[in-house]
């Protein structure tokens, strides 16, 4: 069988790739499966500080493979089934202790572009357009796009781009803030490689507990979030990257970060 995901092992990093370039990286529940193994390989590898996602060909992402789920003579799948593998990808990708890195280069449609905007940091190549496409199907935004979209671009945004399912190109996603960087087409793997080394070369917990914090603030009162601050903050000092940190500072060089608790 093809390999429905690529993983490339960089130093300090991995690249994941989506791979069905002739469906545009639609995902079946093999690509599930194998993306949910390669982000639990990548957690369990204590070298691996960063990942990259991205797709391969000309596509990111279209979302669902809809040959998969059509409605058969003996009536409709069992959508909710489908959905729980998407929500343990959204769950994962957010609590990973490690940045994640997502770099569009095509398409993002349906849960394709949803699952894009649960990555960390988002880069998209110009001729690259995000598509709410669930309307045009009859269906709502999953993989948290109703929770992902008026939070990165206000209520009436979201609500237009759910109901009109328009694509949105890259370089508008960056204006509105969708995303945070739209890039030249060459420019995009170099420039999501270096971030991701970058990154990897980072204080990994202290960012780790910051995108916690970030995840519990959408629901925290600001009491409740200062106190979490405190907590999580005493947790990121007690790292030997904050001694370093603090040391390479002082001592005015670069700071030597091991990623490590
Ligand atoms: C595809 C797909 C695709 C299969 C392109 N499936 N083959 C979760 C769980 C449960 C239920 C349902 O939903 C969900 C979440 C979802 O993601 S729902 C939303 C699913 N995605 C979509 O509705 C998007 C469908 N795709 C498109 O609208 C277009 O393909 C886009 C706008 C992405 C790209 O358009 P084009 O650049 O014109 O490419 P194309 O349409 O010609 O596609 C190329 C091939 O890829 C084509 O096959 P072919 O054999 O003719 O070359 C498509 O059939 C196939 N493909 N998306 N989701």
Known sequence: ?????????HQGYRQISLNRPDRLNALNAEMHRALIAALSEAEADAECR????????????????????AVKDDG???LKEVLERYNGLVRKLRALAMP???AVNGVAAGAGANLALACDIVLAAKSANFIQAFARIGLIPDCGGTWFLP??????????????????????????GLIWQAVDDDRLMAEAHA????????????IALAKRAFDAAETNTLDTQLDLERDLQDEAGHTPDYAEGVRAFLERRAANFTGRR
């Open 195 to 206: 971030l991701a080394a970058r990154l990897a070369r980072q204080a990994t917990i202290g």
């Open 50 to 69: 960063a990942i990259l996602v991205t797709g391969a060909g000309r596509a990111f992402c279209a979302g669902q493979d809809l040959a998969d789920v």
């Open 151 to 176: 939070r990165l671009v206000g209520a009436a945004r979201a609500r237009a781009l759910a109901i009109l399912a328009e694509p949105v190109a890259a370089e508008r996603a960056a204006e509105w």
């Open 100 to 102: 994640v890195v997502c």
């Open 1 to 9: 069988m093809p390999m429905t995901i690529l993983v490339e092992k």
């Open 76 to 78: 409709p799948p069992d």
